[in-house]
């Protein structure tokens, strides 16, 4: 059983610095892994998404990588702001439909 | 183009109650799926569809139900509602031309007593 994991729960950051939120999981048969973004009360938005055969994507200011033999993702927010403040979800895709979800980390950019 | 929407947005139901939450798309995906988000925990799948007239169980089936008539509506029922399912649901569908990525719903926030 695919097992995903986010850590930290929750992280805090002053403004400008830069974020590195961590995913990992447990059976390296992935098709892709997508990152997400959650703001409270709200639906999911999906951010990135990396195919198995990519080594990183990139999206303004945001930056993800895969390493597939190792289980791990890494998503890089630059100069964090404010409105970067949400929960951010990985999930990865391990058949057709199936996609396995961590529990998110919380970020708080203080200004 | 609304995207995934979701119909209540919240509810508070009393142990034993039925309910039907609604999810419509209007992208023309050819997948659909609900999931429930608790504290703590990942989301995870309950019921999924992979085309109008299918549905198929997920990872936490037991105590709903789901139907598929219209391609573009997919339908989670509870029959008795119990508290263990308090929690938020959330729809979302994809097609598979697109990596199967997913578009989700803003949920709905369920409450039972």
């Known amino acids: 059983k695919q097992e995903v994991t986010q850590i930290p729960a929750a992280l805090s950051v002053p403004e400008g610095e830069n974020l590195v939120l961590n995913c990992s999981f447990t059976?390296?048969?992935?098709?892709?892994l997508q990152w997400f973004r959650q703001d409270p009360g709200k639906g999911l938005t999906s951010l990135l998404l990396?195919?198995?055969?990519?080594r990183e994507q990139t999206s303004g200011r945001l930056n993800a990588s895969l390493d597939k033999s190792s289980g791990r993702s890494t998503l890089y927010i630059a100069a964090s702001q404010p409105g970067d403040s949400a929960t951010y979800l990985c999930?990865?895709?391990?058949?057709?439909?199936?996609?396995?979800f961590g529990a998110g980390t919380t970020v708080t950019v203080r200004a | 183009n609304a995207g995934v929407t979701q119909t209540p947005k919240f509810r508070v139901l009393k142990t034993g109650q039925s309910m039907t939450l609604l999810c419509a798309q209007d992208m023309n995906h050819e997948y659909m799926y609900w999931y429930r988000q608790d504290p703590g925990m990942g989301l995870r799948l309950i019921h999924y569809s992979v085309g109008e007239g299918t549905t198929a169980k997920g990872e936490v089936p037991d105590g709903y139900n789901v139907s598929r008539l219209k391609k573009q509506n997919f339908l989670l029922g509870l029959e008795s509602a119990a508290p263990s399912q308090t929690s938020v649901y959330f729809c979302?569908?994809?097609?598979?031309?697109?990596?199967?990525?997913?578009?989700f719903g803003p949920g709905t926030r369920l409450t039972v007593t």
């Open positions: 990396i195919q198995s055969s990519q």
């Open positions: 979302a569908s994809s097609r598979p031309d697109r990596f199967y990525e997913q578009y």
């Open positions: 999930a990865v895709r391990h058949g057709d439909y199936k996609l396995s």
């Open positions: 059976d390296s048969a992935i098709y892709n």
